[in-house]
């Protein structure tokens, strides 16, 4: 997939200094995924070709999907170009067996897709897709006329789409699990051969995935010939997050306060605990100067940025005072259950965390290092690499999880630390 390789176990070597650094993080998973498959719908109007595109697991199998369902797309990365479709139908072939590993983003956003087709199609992934769900998406393509069933009966996948196109001019949808589930039906409707209104049934999470893709579809009209992806404010994260823990100050090109990815507010919630946060031209910067202070324990919402929640547990274990966080019960469903996981590690660590059904405290303690657990979890083993950049003895297991959304992340990491 890549020119990384990765140990079965990485230690993570303290920092000795604190760090004074410019980095760029890859392209936007969420938005390169998306960009993808619009790409792909409205390719019978003409080729796309989409630059900055994020090379990982996740991006891969979006190709792979693809290529499979007839759609001609070249992988250059960091340019993906998706050709033009002069099959005569939305979804060029007429079945297809759909691998999606452990992408959420694929499984739910290709699911929606093909249900405007005509034929048979079944996407099935690794184990823990087995355990994600997918039962709302299911129920609104159903509504709209489509088979859609979860092979096993309890609203997982593998699934298999049965479809002659979408029927209805209105469907309902529960987006209270995920949004990525309202958002593939959003990206597949305005395709449809006849205008479909899409409604909510309750409560939405992580609402900013959902305006995301509201202000994609704005852009893209039915089609974009050109489109630029911007950088991961997920990523960035964790390198807004190495200055609240060690002082100094680090500053991610491309990111701005107005980009598409709500995660880029997470700086606005180290601001709550003391950091200094610059807005320049090229980027954004954050610092941390702890002469004479320290980094102050919150309160926090994070539903909104909740693929954040695990690198702001990490900060929080250096804090004064304890930090909670809360709204977050939709990423027990991620690639992990990811409030207990966070949690189990942590007080491996030494910290007091209490966990709750939609969240966690996180009492600051003394810390030892040891090896932690990343649960096949990306954002699990970056944000604990995090803690081994001050606490020694903090061994990350299977390190190569981060293939899944940032594959050089342990390369650019290391060159935090200079020439050798």
């Known amino acids: ?38 790409a792909a719908l409205a390719s019978r109007s003409g080729p796309c070709e989409l630059t900055g595109a994020l090379r990982s697991e996740d991006t891969e199998v979006m190709v792979d ?23 005569g139908r939305i979804i060029p072939a007429e079945s297809a067996e759909l691998f999606v590993a452990n992408s959420g983003t694929t499984m739910r956003f290709v699911t929606a897709m093909v249900a405007l087709g005509h034929g048979r199609y079944r996407l099935d992934g690794i184990p823990r897709m087995r355990e994600r769900p997918i039962r709302d998406l299911l129920d609104a393509l159903q509504q709209l006329g489509v088979d859609a069933v979860s ?11 049965t479809t002659t196109g979408l029927a209805g001019d209105t469907v ?6 995920s949004s990525q589930f309202l958002s593939g039906l959003m990206m597949a409707v305005p395709f449809a051969d006849h205008p479909i209104a899409v409604q909510t049934d309750g409560p939405v999470v992580s609402e900013p995935y959902i305006e ?34 060690l002082g100094g100050d680090i500053a991610v090109r491309g990111m701005r306060r107005d980009m ?65 966080i809360r709204n977050v019960a939709h990423i027990r469903h991620k690639e992990t259950d990811r409030i207990a996981a966070v949690a189990t590690e942590l007080r491996k660590l030494g910290a007091e965390v209490e966990e709750r059904d939609d969240g966690l405290t996180i009492h600051p ?45 342990w390369h650019d990491l290391e060159k935090l630390r200079g020439p050798a």
């Not at 995301?212 to 852009?219: A, F, G, W």
């Open 1 to 38: 997939m890549s020119e990384f390789t990765y140990p079965a176990e990485l230690p993570i070597v303290p920092m000795t200094k604190s760090p004074h650094a410019t980095v760029s993080v890859p392209g936007s998973k969420s938005i390169t995924n998306r960009a993808m498959v619009l």
């Open 65 to 87: 999907c693809l290529t499979r369902l007839g759609f001609r797309v070249d992988a250059d990365w960091p340019t993906v170009t998706v050709h033009a479709n002069t099959s």
């Open 151 to 161: 092979d096993a009966g309890n609203g997982c996948p593998p699934v298999t789409i």
């Open 172 to 177: 309902r949808i529960r987006a209270g699990l």
């Open 212 to 245: 995301m893709t509201q202000h994609m579809l704005r852009q893209w009209g039915r089609h974009a010939p050109r489109y630029a992806i911007e950088p991961d404010a997920s990523a960035a994260s964790y390198f807004f997050a190495i200055p609240a823990i």
């Open 260 to 324: 598409l990815q709500g995660d880029v507010k997470f700086v606005e919630a180290l601001e709550q605990m003391g950091c200094i946060v610059e807005h320049t031209p090229d980027g954004i910067r954050l610092a941390f100067d702890p002469t004479g202070r320290t980094l102050r324990g919150i309160d926090i919402d994070m539903n909104a940025i909740s693929d954040t929640v695990m690198t702001l547990a990490v900060v929080a274990l250096f804090a004064d005072g304890p930090t909670t």
């Open 365 to 409: 303690r003394p810390l030892t290092g040891c090896a932690v657990d990343t649960y096949n979890d990306h954002r699990m083993a970056m944000s604990l690499a995090l803690v081994g950049l001050k606490v020694p003895g903090v061994v990350i297991r299977n390190p190569g999880c981060v293939a899944k959304t940032y594959p050089g992340f």
